[in-house]
């Protein structure tokens, strides 16, 4: 999508909108004054020993107002407005509603696959009727309670933390101890450290004095900082909210504290915490743009149907890059086990069958196609990501 082309097209349109205004307020400004002064004369023409006749000065009044042909001063700004206008439609209509079958290529998909990751899709997301409902239209419900049973756990204890409850959380958290210490997950902390300031928030300054030794105090010696600020809550008991820690009370924190809940629940399933078909989603229409601005190039060459890879490279954002990949600059394949990136002794880096096919099979020394160093093929190292 070509957005400087919009706003170009948008600012002249713009452009002629406000000169269009200006020079209608201008034959208003001119006709009212012509008419203002026409009503001067025939008051005046009223008046004892006055040589004037209202039929006169209506009738020159006519011929002024015929003389200015206010139409065709706002009929000639209008048509330039209309034509920058219909101008803007048709560039908004070809850019913002582009025909994406064409950068569709025809594979076979797993319809089973692909209903399973819609219904899960839904599951996560929270939205079990509809994910229900989806799986009776499928017939997809073999699987239906796999996929359903887990997301509905989260859900049940997310909501009781909407509602301040840490319990189920707690228990949760408490059965899976072993997993989230060898993920390195803080969240048993955090729900601990919540607990604590909500019942110190409700003034019982002894229990909360218990449940920081009994579940706080384990995590003392790594998070010492976090533990003596802890207990220096403790002075604040039932006032807490007009305390220097005030800010432990932000409902903030149980948004963020729900959001590590779920982040960690989803990693324990070894799923990722965002939907993959929003990720899919999402990274697909970051694509498109580029990708049809490609296939309108490359219309009618059959040479497209058969590619293996994009002869153009596609950026996605940082939160899309979910590994290291190397693209070789010569050939444009991304590197593989058979096919490695290699580095070559002036600095710059090709894939090894690149590197092979220039050496002639590392028979001969070739030259870097970024700079004019000799490369000896049997110099070169692979490199790893």
Not at 89 to 105: G, M, T
Not at 233 to 260: F, I, M, Q, R, V
Request: charged share 20%; net charge negative; hydrophobic share 35%.
């Amino acid at each position: 999508m070509e957005l400087n082309s919009i706003k170009d097209a948008f600012d002249r349109v713009t452009k002629k909108q406000k000169l269009s205004c200006s020079k209608s307020q201008e034959v208003i400004d001119q006709i009212r004054q012509e008419i203002e002064n026409a009503i001067d004369k025939v008051q005046s023409a009223n008046d004892p020993g006055s040589q004037l006749d209202y039929k006169s000065v209506l009738a020159q009044l006519k011929d002024t107002l015929h003389n200015m042909a206010p139409l065709s001063q706002l009929e000639g700004t209008q048509k330039e407005l209309n034509v920058a206008v219909s101008k803007y439609v048709k560039l908004l209509e070809k850019s913002l509603n582009p025909d994406i079958s064409k950068a569709y290529r025809n594979i076979d998909f797993d319809s089973h696959m692909l209903n399973q990751i819609i219904a899960s899709h839904f599951y996560r997301q929270g939205l079990f009727d509809v994910g229900d409902h989806f799986i009776r239209e499928t017939g997809e419900t073999e699987s239906a309670a796999a996929m359903k049973s887990p997301f509905l756990e989260m859900y049940q204890i997310i909501e009781a933390m909407d509602s301040q409850d840490l319990g189920p959380a707690l228990n949760w958290a408490a059965n899976n101890s072993d997993k989230l210490s060898e993920s390195g997950s803080h969240l048993m902390l955090k729900l601990h450290t919540m607990q604590f300031v909500k019942i110190l928030q409700d003034g019982n300054r002894d229990e909360a004095l218990m449940y920081a030794r009994t579940h706080l105090a384990p995590f003392a010696s790594s998070h010492m900082a976090d533990f003596q600020k802890l207990m220096a809550c403790l002075l604040w008991a039932g006032k807490l909210d007009s305390s220097p820690y005030n800010a432990l009370l932000s409902p903030a924190n149980w948004d963020s504290l729900a959001e590590e809940f779920k982040r960690q629940f989803c990693n324990l399933l070894g799923q990722s915490h965002d939907s993959p078909l929003s990720v899919t989603v999402a990274a697909g229409g970051q694509v498109l743009p580029p990708l049809l601005k490609f296939m309108n190039v490359m219309a009618g060459k059959k040479q497209v149907e058969s590619m293996n890879h994009l002869p153009v490279p596609v950026e996605l954002d940082r939160e899309f890059q979910f590994h290291s990949i190397f693209v070789c600059p010569v050939s444009k394949d991304e590197s593989t086990e058979d096919n490695p990136p290699m580095l070559l002794s002036c600095g710059h880096v090709l894939c090894k069958q690149s590197i092979t096919k220039m050496s002639k099979n590392s028979t001969k020394i070739f030259k870097c196609p970024y700079c004019p160093t000799d490369i000896d093929a049997g110099q070169c190292r692979q490199l790893y990501f």
